[in-house]
């Protein structure tokens, strides 16, 4: 009986199923603790954007986003009183400019 070779995979070949692996895997749910944090933090804010970062729409416009003001990175954790509701916006905004975010309060830094 006559064997084939084996057949390796190239590097490009391993690469692609990586990244297929990744897209299939499950994202994992939010805790508890977060979705109550987001609860609270919404009704505080009456849905409203408690941030006014120079990209907001002018008045009050509707938040979508619970913004950790001591980023989660740097050990932040899902206290109420550390995160604000803001528009879609002001999270892209805040996220761009850390320095003037952290001016206008809306990032803490180690020691604050």
Not at 104 to 111: E, M, P, Q, S, Y
């Amino acid at each position: 009986m006559k064997r084939s070779r084996l057949k390796r995979s190239t590097p490009e070949q391993v690469n692609a199923w990586r990244r297929r692996s990744k897209r299939l895997t499950a994202k994992p749910k939010p805790s508890s603790e977060l979705a109550q944090a987001r609860i609270a933090v919404q009704r505080r804010s009456g849905g409203l954007c408690e941030a006014d970062t120079p990209d907001c729409p002018p008045g009050p416009h509707e938040g979508v986003h619970a913004h950790h003001k001591r980023l989660r990175s740097q050990g932040g954790g899902h206290d109420p009183a550390l995160m604000v509701w803001v528009c879609s916006r002001a999270h892209t905004w805040i996220h761009a400019h850390p320095m003037q975010a952290h001016a206008f309060g809306l990032i803490l830094r180690a020691g604050d």
